[in-house]
């Protein structure tokens, strides 16, 4: 398996690393201030929850209509399009006077534009490194999400000590352009990676596709529930403790981070394909002490544990590259990715629904609860279902 350092002697891959590192970076210093700004103008507990993850919501329609794009659209173009908008569009959400239901309505058109990020950043990274790379490449991409994180949110909680949540939106709209100019100088104009345009059509048809199969219809759902719903957990964490969110945030980044690193770097592959399950219920369980209302350093212990589960994802995503055929990879990962964050976002909604109606902790550990057990049940329904010779990938590609 390659090491993380030769990663970066590989062409592409630093610009793709850094322009990803400053959406990410964007992407949490916005998301809390959003949150902060309309939980202060609401005193609502869904709306704060949707309005950090209701983005997710619009990732369903778009992985329905325009995910073909993912295989379809020049990569280097898309990406730096796709940071563009989410420029115009945080600026937009820092605009005075914008009541709550027009930022909801930007959070959903930003989500809808979004659902293609995923399918052409991983298929490219996929392209661009070889087969064995990916798996290391993209534990230290998780690794990077997971220290700008801790950094996001522990710089976002204090600017909006000392700043406006409004002023904190135009900082992020500012990293989402910096993010678009390192991915337009530093990747190379390179050509789709399947012919054909984008279209519904051309979406339905690659989407049943890789659907057609049972085992990866079980690796999807186990990309999507267990992870969906303790994000639901998360999206509490501002009307939890609303002067703590920040630190409770860049707990869970600090988790994720250990996770990747044992899972991608630490743990041979024999040992880590038989932790997917573990990790998943490692995910949920430590949200469970939430019933009994934790105070904040108690909580911020059972987070960090929680989020070592996470390294989960790394496992699921090589089991489902091996099941893929190669010209349908940035698809199959688009579909991860649009999926997890749809998920992620229904989870955000039904639990601030919930903590609306009881309170953020027991909505927490309800969310929790449910995941656990869609684990369990996943876990014994993969017993029932071996990769017949139809479900194998075509070969693969070479290395790049």
Partial sequence: MPSYRSLFRVPEFTPLFLGTAAQTAAQTVGGLALGTLVYRATGSPLLAAVSMFGQSLAQVLGATVLLSGADRLPPRTALTALALAFAAGTAVQALPGLPA???????LLLGLVA??????????????????????????????????????????????????????????????????????????ARPPRAAGRLSPTATW?????????????LTYWGLWLPNGMVVGCESLYVSYAPHAA?????????????????????LPAGVRARLATPLLLLLALPY??????????????????????FGASLVQQERLLRLTPGALAGQALGLHSAGMLTLQGV??????????????????????????GVTLALA????????????APAPQRAAS
């Fill in 205 to 217: 048809r690659a989407n049943a596709e890789l659907w057609s199969s049972r085992p990866r219809r």
């Fill in 347 to 372: 989870s955000a909604t039904a639990a601030g629904t919930l903590a609306q109606l009881t309170s953020p902790a027991t909505a927490m550990t309800a969310t929790a609860a449910g995941s656990a």
């Fill in 246 to 266: 920040g630190t409770l945030f860049a707990c869970a980044a600090v988790g994720m981070l250990v996770g990747d690193v044992t899972v991608g770097r630490l």
């Fill in 380 to 391: 014994v329904a993969a017993r029932r279902a071996p990769v017949r010779s139809s479900d």
């Fill in 115 to 188: 659902s293609l990020g995923g399918g052409v950043r991983w298929g490219l990274l996929n392209e661009i490194l070889a087969e064995d790379g990916y798996l290391p490449g993209r534990s230290l991409f998780n690794m990077m999400s997971g220290l700008t994180q801790i950094a996001g949110f522990a710089t976002g909680g204090a600017l909006l000590a000392v700043l406006s949540p409004r002023a904190c939106l135009l900082l992020a709209a500012a990293l989402y352009l910096t993010a678009a100019l390192v991915l337009r100088a530093g990747l190379t």
């Fill in 288 to 309: 469970l002490l939430f019933a009994a209302h934790p105070p904040v350093p108690v909580a911020a212990v059972c987070v960090t544990v929680a989020s070592v589960g």
């Fill in 101 to 107: 239901g027009a930022l909801l309505a930007v959070v």
